[in-house]
């Protein structure tokens, strides 16, 4: 069981949008920053977003993130075949006093 | 070009010990928190470990706490992750990552660690 909650999986044809939600609590996206990462089946995971809603170079635009108290949510628009992967999202946890993820969210375009 | 590269992985009986090592190039490792996180054989992330820039500082998952131990040189832009009383619930790809934001931004490739008899 993750800290993060996040469904196991989403669909979308070809071009459409698509979001996938990450909840937590006040201890971890309450009072942090949210990561997500993007992991292609056999490679290690890519930072996607950081800092809620920040895009490090080199990642498209198709991509944002957005945080509302205790919830994150990643956005994907224009969806590519290519964009087919698992997506993690990720924090600090003050409570635990450890990094948690949440259990991965599985991406299939149609 | 910033790069980490895992090394160590391999098969050890339940209840051995591994060090697993990341070697960091590419940017000022002495500056930067690290941590590793492990994925099981088709399961999710779990972070496992953080060691700020000096190694004064580190926090554990809960699961391998007393078992597993962090540690850096920073003379050598390198990252260990040294685990005893190994259990198979431990096997999974074990990746080092660099700090940044809430977590992390750059990851190496991943060593795999299979603990079994």
């Known amino acids: 069981q993750s800290v993060l909650t996040q469904p196991p999986s989403v669909s979308a044809a070809p071009g459409q949008k698509v979001t996938i939600s990450c909840s937590g609590s006040s201890s971890n996206i309450g009072n942090h920053y949210v990561c997500w990462y993007q992991q292609l089946p056999g490679t290690a995971p890519k930072l996607l977003i950081y800092?809620?809603?920040k895009r490090p170079s080199g990642i498209p635009d198709r991509f944002s993130g957005s945080k509302s108290g205790t919830s994150a949510t990643l956005g994907i628009t224009g969806l590519q075949t290519g964009d087919e992967a698992d997506y993690y999202c990720g924090t600090w946890d003050n409570s635990l006093s450890a990094g948690v993820f949440g259990g991965g969210t599985k991406l299939t375009v149609l | 070009e910033v790069q980490l590269v895992e090394s160590g992985g391999g098969l050890v009986q339940p209840g051995g010990s591994l060090r697993l090592s990341c070697a960091a190039s590419?940017?000022?490792?002495?500056?930067?928190?690290m941590n590793w996180v492990r994925q099981a054989p088709g399961k999710g992330l779990e972070w496992v470990a953080n060691?700020?820039?000096?190694?004064?500082?580190?926090y554990y998952v809960d699961s391998v706490k007393g078992r597993f131990t962090i540690s850096r040189d920073n003379a050598k832009n390198s990252l260990y992750l040294q685990m005893n009383s190994l259990r198979a619930e431990d096997t999974a790809v074990y990746y080092c990552?660099?700090?940044?934001?809430?977590?992390?931004?750059?990851w190496g490739q991943g060593t795999m660690v299979t603990v079994s008899s």
């Open positions: 990552a660099r700090g940044f934001s809430s977590l992390a931004d750059i």
């Open positions: 060691i700020n820039q000096d190694g004064s500082d580190k």
């Open positions: 800092d809620n809603n």
């Open positions: 590419g940017f000022t490792f002495s500056s930067s928190w």
